[in-house]
């Protein structure tokens, strides 16, 4: 019978170390090794020798606090936000951009490899945001009683606990937004609605203020520009824009095709598609309300397979097993799938690829979401020709 593990081997809660920096790991903590051990610790930079205290051990790996930075790197820099380090919003702000999208891709890379068995070379370098600050029209702000201080705050959830990061201004949002978080300070969210979502709505676009848009319209030129490239290389004639939201790339694609349509459960964004189809004068292609995944086998005969592309743009939790059945039962020539969460594209193509014969002809990553450990991904997959 083999012996138990000795469980206190290794760091422990409270111990205080120090650790040399070996890579970054996905979510922006950087990651150390002591006896054996993987230890995170968040704000840190790959090549850097830091002093840390172990705030959290489990069976094979610990989390730390960084309490001094030793070594720093040479791609070390000042963050712009005072509150950077407390608050849960960025990861990166302390590493210079250009290091940034290094990391970025080396993390998409791993993550491709690991959970698809996919060669690298098939991730091309990332887009870069041409405003690295300023770019969110989209955050959410929470208000919490503050008990030691007998006060309300108004701010971000902190980045190692549930309680909120009083925030004066947001580094990363638009300029509109910090004016309206101002407005929120002074005037916080009721105690039994906490939370306010402030919000640039998009000057030529109809939308409910509920529905989902991208939150950096200065990287959308990029984000259609990419998607564009891959439907025009295939020479697609059709195409089915699944989970279509308010039809943003059905209605940035038209021109590049015969006939489309469009796909979405939520009846406001439907609705509001309609209007966006009208307003731009679009007339080859129509929007359907309903589940995706229900929906996909019959959209999908409608068309020839080897002349139809469907552009994919799910929720983080990616695609429900049934589509992917669907897609891998119709064959589509071509499968372009927009996501913000590389871990779940890399599942959902990898049951692609095994099961529905698709081949991936590269993936792009575009720098949706500077600052943040967060990632947005076009990946073109085509049908594997026979014969």
């Given at each position: 019978m083999?012996?138990?593990?000795?469980?206190?081997?290794?760091?422990q809660?409270?111990?205080?170390?120090?650790?040399?920096?070996?890579?970054?790991?996905?979510?922006?903590?950087?990651?150390?090794?002591?006896?054996g051990?993987?230890?995170?610790?968040?704000?840190?930079?790959?090549?850097?020798?830091?002093?840390?205290?172990?705030?959290?051990?489990?069976?094979?790996?610990a989390?730390?606090?960084l309490?001094?930075?030793?070594t720093?790197?040479?791609e070390?820099?000042?963050?712009?936000?005072r509150?950077f380090?407390?608050?849960g919003?960025?990861?990166?702000?302390?590493?210079a951009?250009?290091?940034?999208?290094?990391?970025?891709?080396?993390?998409?890379?791993?993550?491709?490899?690991?959970?698809?068995?996919?060669?690298t070379?098939v991730?091309?370098?990332?887009?870069?945001?041409?405003?690295?600050?300023?770019?969110r029209?989209?955050?959410?702000?929470?208000?919490?009683?503050?008990?030691p201080?007998q006060?309300?705050?108004?701010?971000?959830?902190?980045?190692?606990?549930?309680l909120?990061?009083?925030?004066?201004?947001?580094?990363?949002a638009?300029?509109?937004?910090?004016?309206?978080?101002?407005?929120?300070?002074?005037?916080?969210?009721p105690?039994?609605?906490?939370?306010a979502v402030?919000?640039?709505?998009p000057?030529?676009?109809?939308l409910?203020?509920?529905?989902?848009?991208?939150?950096?319209?200065?990287?959308?030129?990029?984000?259609?520009?990419?998607?564009r490239?891959?439907?025009?290389?295939?020479?697609?004639?059709?195409l089915?824009?699944?989970?279509?939201g308010?039809?943003?790339?059905?209605?940035?694609?038209a021109?590049?095709?015969?006939?489309?349509?469009?796909?979405?459960?939520?009846?406001?964004?439907?609705?509001?598609?309609?209007?966006?189809?009208t307003?731009?004068?679009?007339?080859?292609?129509?929007?359907?309300l309903?589940?995706?995944?229900e929906?996909?086998?019959?959209?999908?005969?409608?068309?020839?397979?080897?002349?139809?592309?469907?552009?994919?743009?799910?929720?983080?939790?990616?695609?429900?097993?049934?589509?992917l059945?669907?897609?891998?039962?119709?064959?589509?020539?071509?499968?372009?799938?927009?996501?913000?969460h590389?871990a779940t594209l890399?599942r959902?193509i990898?049951?692609?690829c095994?099961e529905?014969?698709?081949?991936l002809?590269?993936?792009?990553?575009?720098?949706?979401?500077?600052?943040?450990?967060?990632?947005e991904?076009?990946?073109d997959?085509?049908?594997?020709?026979?014969?």
């Amino acid at each position: 019978m083999d012996a138990p593990e000795d469980h206190s081997a290794g760091p422990q809660v409270g111990d205080q170390l120090e650790v040399v920096i070996a890579d970054h790991a996905f979510g922006g903590e950087g990651v150390a090794r002591v006896d054996g051990f993987v230890v995170f610790v968040p704000f840190v930079a790959a090549g850097e020798t830091v002093s840390v205290e172990i705030v959290e051990r489990k069976r094979d790996f610990a989390r730390a606090r960084l309490l001094q930075v030793l070594t720093p790197s040479p791609e070390r820099t000042t963050p712009r936000c005072r509150h950077f380090g407390e608050c849960g919003g960025c990861q990166y702000q302390h590493i210079a951009y250009e290091a940034q999208l290094r990391i970025k891709h080396t993390q998409v890379q791993a993550i491709f490899q690991r959970i698809a068995g996919l060669p690298t070379e098939v991730i091309v370098p990332v887009v870069s945001c041409p405003q690295p600050y300023g770019y969110r029209n989209r955050i959410m702000v929470r208000r919490q009683w503050n008990k030691p201080e007998q006060r309300v705050v108004v701010g971000f959830l902190r980045h190692d606990s549930r309680l909120v990061v009083e925030v004066e201004r947001c580094e990363i949002a638009e300029p509109l937004l910090n004016e309206q978080l101002q407005l929120v300070r002074k005037d916080p969210p009721p105690r039994n609605a906490p939370k306010a979502v402030l919000r640039m709505m998009p000057d030529d676009w109809q939308l409910h203020r509920d529905s989902f848009f991208q939150n950096n319209f200065h990287m959308l030129p990029e984000l259609v520009a990419t998607v564009r490239h891959c439907l025009s290389d295939s020479g697609a004639r059709h195409l089915v824009d699944a989970y279509c939201g308010i039809g943003f790339f059905g209605l940035q694609l038209a021109d590049l095709v015969d006939s489309f349509v469009g796909v979405e459960i939520d009846t406001q964004a439907i609705r509001s598609a309609k209007a966006n189809a009208t307003q731009r004068g679009v007339s080859n292609g129509e929007f359907v309300l309903g589940k995706t995944e229900e929906l996909l086998d019959g959209l999908l005969q409608r068309f020839t397979a080897a002349k139809t592309a469907v552009i994919l743009d799910p929720p983080r939790v990616g695609c429900h097993a049934a589509g992917l059945t669907a897609l891998a039962r119709s064959a589509p020539a071509q499968i372009i799938y927009v996501s913000c969460h590389p871990a779940t594209l890399a599942r959902d193509i990898k049951v692609l690829c095994d099961e529905g014969g698709y081949v991936l002809h590269q993936v792009t990553p575009l720098d949706m979401f500077p600052q943040t450990q967060h990632i947005e991904c076009v990946a073109d997959l085509r049908l594997k020709k026979t014969g």
